[in-house]
């Protein structure tokens, strides 16, 4: 009797689909099996890309003569240590019986190449292949996969471009690697004066790197500008308020050169002389001249993606992308919310007609069980469809993330981080089936002589989303989180007894004047990133875009993808490039890292550019979406491994180099010369 095998990408994942077959049946060794079927599970990669020595001895020892490193047929080899687990599932797949595999690991591009790499080294001949795409590990979701599970023909394209992506870090990374080690890795070391060190480069992780050095140098650079600003203290029925001049047409200042900006002026003296002129005529008062009233709604925000619940989580909790990552993989695998390996912040229309059971679920949640059942109450969800939390065209592989409504049993044995990024996911998704939060707004003009002062205010009416938004361990109420900052040219938040005052107002109004003073300010640095705002750069090709319905618009692939940002950054973390704050999650770049990034500046300066880095990942997806031929990628990517390999070789800066180390170290405690500096021995692997 022929029977059907199901592989995995974990252990813990094939238990949840032995469940949902209900095969009953017995654990063996590396597999489960029963009447019907079979359930069998890698352990992430079984399979990785062979070491350039497996190709030719010679390779072993680092040289110029053997560079570029282009293979025609690329080696790979089981990973030692999970050999006895490659050699179960070899046996499994090949296995008479077995007549259908279905493919169970991560429905994305990385869960395709962990499976067709083991399917590779095992010969996998005359089998039906089928590819099993899921969006949660709830056993509805499980059987609904199966039973629609695609030939796995279908999922070539992004087989293709998960091979050409693990080609072209391994490719750029010992070209690179190598070539710029082999030139400058001595004056790197001498001038660290430590052990000899291999130079470390990558496609995503040199861009990331420069970003970082980049930003630390414009903090340096950055010389703060003070401005003084003028301001009116204005009496209203009891109450008072302050008006910002600005030197708009009319004023006696209107685009003169004392001027910072249309709200400031470079010297205390020009500030101080303007209300002298002001002050002449007493008592002081000013005159309405524009009141305008309007409400404004504030929609909730849309769902998150991967890089998104990141950066979130950084700004909650303080932890890093990477710890993100992982706790949102656990709570994946217990069920409580779907595939978090996604860039999409939207729902699909095929979700989107379900979604009340995704609520349901949620009732019995004591954190959010009565907005949860507000929300069926409201009925809101039968039309989640028609609005702009559901895009069938913002999704390629995966929608938002979202809880699943089931497996709240499995909460009390998370740790309590796991918990609150578990109900920062909920409230998100809860918020979308809210009205929006309605703020009065109010904008006032107001003249003393021929000069203008200007007030904002902003109040909030109806609190709609925000009442379920802030989560229960947030110090803040949600209105208050609702409420504008005060600050430059924002609009403030005033109570209802001066908002009643300012309802009243009308042009000619005359009001008293209690003073006129002035508020000194400087101008700020850029700010340097943390942990989240980085993933989001990433996200988004290096730009740092803060509002959220702007990134919405941003179209193309960032650099990396949601599966390996926060990897990136590990690892450059780990081999000590860049530097992280665990208290703060704030980057900023070692000495050794500035000194690698001014060594990739001088030789190779595309690498650190994050325009190009993320048109290759786009190529990527082009491959991925068949609009581009594999081979068309790889004779891009050869040219370009060729082109730039032969530049360092030709390149010359060493001693160029050494002021640009100087100029980096006087920020940085003076390295300590040690008797390892005068190690030269060059490494005999690929750098990690």
């Not at 030692?80 to 259908?100: A, C, H, S, W, Y």
């Not at 109806?462 to 938004?469: F, M, N």
């Not at 300066?605 to 068949?626: D, H, M």
Request: hydrophobic residues 35%; positive net charge.
């Amino acid at each position: 009797m022929s029977k059907a095998l199901y592989i995995a990408e974990k252990p813990s994942v094939a238990q949840e689909f032995a469940k949902a077959l209900k095969s009953g049946g017995q654990r063996r060794d590396g597999y489960m099996e029963s009447d019907t079927c079979v359930v069998t599970w890698c352990v992430g990669h079984l399979v990785t890309m062979s070491y350039p020595e497996k190709y030719d001895l010679k390779y072993k020892r680092w040289s110029l003569d053997t560079l570029p490193f282009l293979p025609r047929d690329f080696k790979y080899e089981v990973i030692p240590g999970v050999e006895k687990q490659f050699q179960i599932v070899k046996g499994l797949l090949n296995r008479p019986d077995i007549d259908t595999i279905y493919v169970c690991t991560d429905s994305g591009r990385e869960g395709e190449y962990i499976y067709r790499l083991v399917a590779q080294m095992a010969g996998v001949k005359n089998k039906t292949q089928k590819r099993v795409w899921i969006d949660s590990q709830t056993e509805e979701e499980i059987l609904r996969g199966i039973r629609e599970a695609k030939d796995i023909s279908e999922y070539d394209n992004l087989a293709a471009a998960a091979y050409l992506r693990a080609k072209e870090d391994y490719l750029m990374g010992i070209n690179f690697s190598r070539v710029l080690t082999l030139r400058y890795g001595n004056s790197v070391t001498n001038y660290l004066g430590g052990k000899y060190q291999a130079i470390s480069v990558g496609r995503v992780m040199t861009c990331v790197l420069g970003m970082v050095v980049r930003r630390e140098r414009e903090i340096r650079a950055f010389v703060k500008t003070p401005f003084y600003r003028v301001m009116s203290s204005i009496a209203l029925e009891g109450e008072s308020f302050e008006g910002e001049w600005r030197a708009v047409e009319g004023s006696r200042y209107f685009q003169s050169p004392v001027l910072y900006k249309e709200n400031g002026f470079k010297k205390k003296e020009d500030a101080e002389r303007l209300i002298q002129e002001l002050s002449r005529e007493q008592p002081l008062v000013c005159i309405v001249e524009k009141v305008e009233r309007k409400k404004e709604n504030k929609n909730p925000p849309l769902l998150f993606n991967l890089a998104e619940l990141q950066n979130v989580c950084s700004k909650l909790f303080k932890i890093s992308p990477d710890e993100t990552l992982s706790i949102v993989q656990d709570l994946y695998e217990k069920k409580l919310v779907t595939y978090p390996r996604t860039d999409a912040r939207v729902l699909s229309t095929a979700v989107a007609k379900e979604i009340y059971k995704n609520i349901s679920g949620l009732r019995s949640y004591p954190q959010a069980g009565e907005a949860a059942q507000g929300v069926l109450e409201l009925g809101t969800y039968k039309n989640i469809a028609k609005t702009r939390y559901t895009n069938d065209k913002q999704i390629t592989d995966h929608y938002a993330i979202i809880p699943t409504g089931q497996g709240l049993s499995a909460l009390k044995g998370l740790s309590l981080t796991a918990q609150r990024v578990y109900e920062t996911i909920v409230r998100r998704f809860l918020s979308i089936f809210y009205p929006p939060a309605v703020y009065q707004k109010v904008s006032l003009v107001t003249k003393i002589q021929n000069e203008f002062f200007f007030s904002s205010f902003k109040v909030l009416l109806s609190e709609g989303y925000l009442k379920i938004a802030a989560n229960s361990f947030a110090k803040k109420t949600a209105a208050e989180a609702g409420k504008a900052p005060e600050g430059e040219g924002e609009e403030v938040s005033c109570d209802e007894a001066l908002l009643a005052a300012l309802q009243k107002l009308k042009k000619g109004d005359i009001l008293n004047v209690n003073g006129l003073g002035i508020k000194e300010g400087e101008t700020s640095p850029p700010k340097r990133y943390n942990s989240g705002s980085m993933i989001l750069a990433m996200e988004n090709a290096g730009q740092l875009i803060e509002d959220e319905d702007l990134r919405s618009q941003i179209k193309g692939s960032g650099i990396g993808t949601s599966a390996t940002r926060a990897e990136i950054l590990k690892k450059l973390f780990n081999i000590k490039y860049l530097s992280l704050n665990k208290k703060t999650q704030v980057i900023t770049p070692t000495l050794q890292g500035e000194m690698i990034y001014d060594v990739v500046n001088c030789s190779i300066r595309q690498l650190l550019n994050p325009e190009l880095t993320a048109s290759w990942e786009k190529g990527l997806t082009y491959v991925a979406e068949g609009s581009i031929t594999e081979q068309e990628y790889m004779d891009k990517l050869e040219r370009f491994v060729r082109l730039r390999t032969k530049q360092v070789e030709d390149s010359s800066f060493q001693y160029a180099l050494r002021q640009f180390f100087d100029a980096a170290a006087q920020f940085y405690k003076k390295p300590e010369k040690s008797a390892a500096a005068k190690t030269t021995k060059k490494p005999d692997r690929k750098p990690e």
